[in-house]
């Protein structure tokens, strides 16, 4: 998926379905762990935008298991989310290679802003890989805002990641399969129309009245984002 990836360590159901859900309408590709095993194996064979890790794991302490990331090459960033108040332990967090502390209970809206934060940290220098252009649209993927010739386009957050796939397939043919399975975690269903549905809204919010038009609809094949 084009999206941020994030691996989210917890093992509180509640907490599990409420971080899941928001942190997909928030544009993030989500892979859940429910305990310190689960996450080892997934963060050494994904690749990780950024890991979420709470302390309080069902099998190992989150501390022990960020030293062993870090120990096995692991460099995402992490930042750590525990009902632990105390300095000590947020102090103990950081040394030991967490890149941010938050406690429990938290508010949305700067779990969010932490999370874009360190993304903003940890990109490369020049910001090459957080920023996509095509023609006279721009997309800025640390902030999720898209805007054609200057102007911000008001996008949903799977709006965002859909045109973020079109933005990086630009110039090439995408189907409804493949823009289903990669924007949307699925595997094809004849008698969806949730596609067409999403193209025809980011349509209007990309070309409008503008010129050229962009989104391009190929009967029968799928769609193309024009480059040129």
Same mark, same amino acid.
């Given at each position: 998926?084009?999206?941020?990836? &994030?691996?989210? =360590?917890?093992?509180?159901?509640?907490?599990?379905?409420?971080? $899941?859900?928001?942190?997909?309408?928030?544009?993030?590709?989500?892979?859940?762990?429910?305990?310190?095993?689960?996450?080892?194996? &997934?963060?050494?064979?994904?690749?990780?935008?950024?890991? =979420?890790?709470?302390?309080?794991?069902?099998?190992?302490?989150? #501390?022990?298991?960020? =030293?062993? !990331?870090?120990?096995?090459?692991?460099? $995402?960033?992490?930042?750590?989310?525990?009902?632990? %108040?105390?300095?000590?332990?947020?102090?103990?967090?950081?040394?030991?290679?967490?890149?941010?502390?938050?406690? +429990?209970? #938290?508010?949305?809206?700067?779990?969010?802003?932490?999370?874009?934060?360190?993304?903003?940290?940890?990109?490369?220098?020049?910001?090459?890989?957080? %920023?996509?252009?095509?023609?006279?649209?721009?997309?800025?993927? !640390?902030?999720?805002?898209?805007?054609? /010739?200057?102007?911000?386009?008001? &996008?949903?957050?799977?709006? #965002?990641?859909?045109?973020?796939?079109?933005?990086?397939?630009? /110039? %090439?043919?995408?189907?409804?399969?493949?823009?289903?399975?990669? =924007?949307?975690?699925?595997?094809?269903?004849?008698?969806?129309?949730?596609?067409?549905?999403?193209?025809?809204?980011?349509?209007?919010?990309?070309?409008?009245?503008?010129?050229?038009?962009?989104? %391009?609809?190929?009967?029968?094949?799928?769609?193309?984002? +024009?480059?040129?």
């Amino acid at each position: 998926m084009s999206s941020m990836r &994030l691996l989210l =360590v917890e093992d509180e159901r509640d907490i599990q379905t409420f971080l $899941t859900q928001a942190l997909a309408e928030a544009g993030y590709a989500v892979d859940l762990a429910p305990d310190g095993a689960a996450a080892e194996g &997934l963060a050494l064979v994904n690749s990780y935008d950024i890991l =979420v890790v709470d302390l309080n794991l069902p099998d190992q302490d989150g #501390f022990n298991l960020i =030293v062993r !990331l870090r120990q096995m090459g692991v460099r $995402t960033p992490v930042l750590i989310l525990s009902a632990r %108040r105390s300095i000590d332990d947020r102090v103990r967090g950081l040394e030991q290679g967490g890149d941010d502390y938050l406690t +429990k209970p #938290f508010a949305l809206a700067e779990l969010l802003a932490r999370l874009r934060n360190l993304l903003r940290r940890n990109a490369p220098q020049g910001g090459e890989a957080t %920023r996509l252009r095509v023609l006279d649209l721009e997309l800025d993927l !640390l902030r999720r805002e898209a805007k054609r /010739g200057g102007e911000l386009l008001q &996008l949903t957050p799977q709006e #965002f990641v859909l045109l973020e796939y079109l933005c990086r397939n630009a /110039g %090439r043919v995408v189907t409804r399969s493949m823009i289903l399975e990669q =924007v949307w975690g699925m595997r094809i269903q004849p008698d969806t129309n949730v596609v067409d549905v999403h193209i025809y809204r980011l349509r209007g919010k990309v070309d409008g009245n503008r010129q050229p038009p962009m989104i %391009r609809t190929l009967r029968g094949v799928g769609y193309v984002l +024009k480059d040129r």
